[in-house]
């Protein structure tokens, strides 16, 4: 209930303008809270609770908040109840709003609390995105996944949490180009799931989260998974050729290629899309390559290789919103 109640009042802040103040519940033995919204000639006040104190509650705050205003105050309450029976009492009265946890939807609302109702929709339309959430990202997410569950057992064979052992990642796939000569091509996609270290994991999988849902919405699922394993292992190719005594891991080509990949889309759709998320991306991509270049141990030339691998492959499948923007 206490989430709800959060929730629920932070929607009455941040879209109505109500602000919040506390009264003491003799009852619950505790500070309350009401969210209130004011005019000249009355204060429309909210109060949130379990259908098991509705009716206490509403008494001690109409005694409390009748004491700090001179106009009068109107008091709403929202029950919010887990129940599928809605208690007959509360039925019929005026300023009642009943909702129910388990449909996510007011079940009853009193003529005075017809108002709320927006504030339950609006609710309900943020909890199917919630829950779509994953759906909608369920690629991004299984990479993340992917990644965490390979530095896991990276981590298990390293016997460190914090740091990778290098002949652990040499054994799982790293880019060793001694290897790859001799036949082992599969590591030029394999080091692209393997990490050095739980800082490399964490930054890698922040970016990818980030920059893999803009790809996954834009491109679709298919095209992205493309996309992501074609700057993989791009990126792996240039650091193969251009440093050639590296041990390489890291996600990072292939998080360059997403980036590669939305700089297309936001050149080919510039006129509707605007400059500033041009400037967005372009600056990520330049403070990237600075950190690059200031850090040691970091492969740029994987970078570089994802990013434009990245790019090229995503002029070539196009995407997925390519027909709106015409």
């Known amino acids: 209930m206490k989430k709800f109640e959060d929730k629920f009042f932070n929607i009455l802040i941040n879209r109505y303008g109500f602000y919040i103040k506390d009264y003491f519940s003799q009852s619950n033995n505790e500070n309350k809270w009401v969210a209130i919204s004011e005019n000249d000639n009355y204060a429309y006040c909210v109060i949130v609770c379990d259908e098991n104190n509705a009716n206490?509650?509403?008494?001690?705050?109409?005694?409390?908040?009748?004491?700090?205003?001179?106009?009068?105050?109107?008091?709403?309450?929202?029950?919010?109840?887990?129940?599928?029976?809605?208690?007959?009492?509360?039925?019929g009265q005026y300023n009642k709003l009943i909702y129910s946890?388990?449909?996510?939807?007011?079940?009853?609302?009193?003529?005075?609390?017809?108002?709320?109702l927006k504030v339950c929709e609006y609710m309900g339309e943020k909890e199917k995105k919630h829950k779509n959430r994953f759906k909608d990202n369920k690629l991004t997410y299984i990479l993340i996944g992917?990644?965490?569950l390979i530095y896991i057992l990276t981590a298990i064979m390293s016997r460190s949490l914090l740091d990778s052992n290098t002949y652990v990642l040499i054994r799982l796939g790293a880019k060793v180009n001694e290897l790859i000569n001799h036949g082992q091509v599969w590591r030029l996609l394999t080091c692209a799931f393997l990490h050095g270290g739980i800082m490399h994991l964490a930054f890698n999988m922040y970016a990818l989260k980030i920059i893999g849902s803009e790809v996954e919405y834009v491109?679709?699922?298919?095209?992205?998974?493309?996309?992501?394993l074609m700057a993989a292992l791009g990126g792996s190719i240039f650091s193969y050729i251009f440093s050639p005594y590296s041990i390489s891991v890291g996600a990072s080509g292939a998080i360059f290629g997403l980036l590669g990949a939305m700089l297309i889309f936001g050149i080919k759709h510039r006129d509707k899309i605007g400059k500033s998320y041009m400037m967005n991306i372009v600056q990520v991509i330049i403070i990237n390559i600075i950190i690059g270049v200031s850090l040691s141990n970091i492969d740029n030339f994987a970078h570089l290789g994802g990013l434009i691998v990245g790019g090229v492959t995503a002029l070539i499948v196009k995407s997925n919103l390519e027909k709106s923007f015409k």
């Open 56 to 91: 206490v509650l509403y008494t001690e705050a109409y005694e409390q908040l009748s004491k700090m205003f001179t106009k009068p105050v109107a008091i709403n309450v929202v029950i919010a109840t887990k129940r599928d029976e809605i208690s007959q009492e509360y039925l």
């Open 101 to 116: 946890l388990t449909e996510e939807r007011a079940v009853y609302s009193g003529d005075g609390c017809k108002p709320l």
């Open 146 to 148: 992917l990644n965490v």
């Open 219 to 228: 491109f679709g699922r298919k095209k992205y998974l493309i996309i992501y």
